[in-house]
């Protein structure tokens, strides 16, 4: 089988199911973002310095995809067997956000991206996955969604913050917190 089809030449594509939508269609946007986020977690993944996180944000990808089969599916199809993305899921993030915050100092400041590569790559999947969410509630706005898609991305790029702040620490670099210029009053 060929890799291209050509049927998307016009500007549509299928969803799981067989419906063509335009490529433009809200639907195609939410999971083409989640699809953009599973690639910046892959970047994440490969950083030295997420070594002993590799399986986690594995596993994450593995939820993206799912989250994507699911968006890419009419509602009678999502009745046959999909990949599941469970309760238990969100739980794993926010447990992992937790071990985190316990081995990081207390935020007193708004933190600016950067400071390193890996820090930075980690900012671009927090605000694609904020993205994301957005395109996913958009679409919700006109057709179903399960609800727990919704809390898994609001969780994850949560998490992703988080991660940020510990490659930082783990790489000893110094947070760059966000000092706001107050002009005096005249």
């Known amino acids: 089988m060929k890799i291209y089809t050509k049927t998307g030449d016009k500007g549509t594509t299928s969803l799981i199911g067989g419906t063509r939508l335009s490529k433009a269609h809200v639907r195609i946007d939410a999971y083409g973002t989640v ?8 970047m994440l ?22 989250m994507g089969s699911h968006l890419a599916s009419e509602s009678d ?3 046959k067997i999909l990949p599941d993305l469970t309760e238990a899921d969100i739980v794993l993030l926010e447990n992992e956000m937790d ?6 100092p207390p935020l007193r400041a708004f933190v600016l991206p ?22 996913v509630i958009h679409l919700q706005q006109g057709e179903e969604v399960e609800s727990v898609v919704i809390r898994y991305l609001n ?22 917190t966000w000092q706001p210029r107050v002009s ?3």
């Open 35 to 42: 699809d953009e986020l599973n690639s910046y977690i892959g």
């Open 45 to 66: 993944r490969d950083q030295p310095v997420n070594e002993k996180r590799r399986d986690l944000l594995k596993e994450i990808q593995d939820r993206l995809f799912t």
């Open 77 to 79: 199809q999502k009745k």
């Open 99 to 104: 071990q985190i915050d316990s081995q990081l």
């Open 114 to 135: 950067g400071g390193h590569p890996s820090v930075s790559f980690g900012h671009i999947a927090r605000t694609v996955c904020r993205r994301a969410e957005r395109a």
């Open 155 to 176: 969780r994850l790029s949560d998490y992703l913050f988080m991660l940020c702040r510990m490659m930082t620490y783990e790489l000893q670099i110094e947070e760059v």
């Open 184 to 186: 005096p009053k005249k």
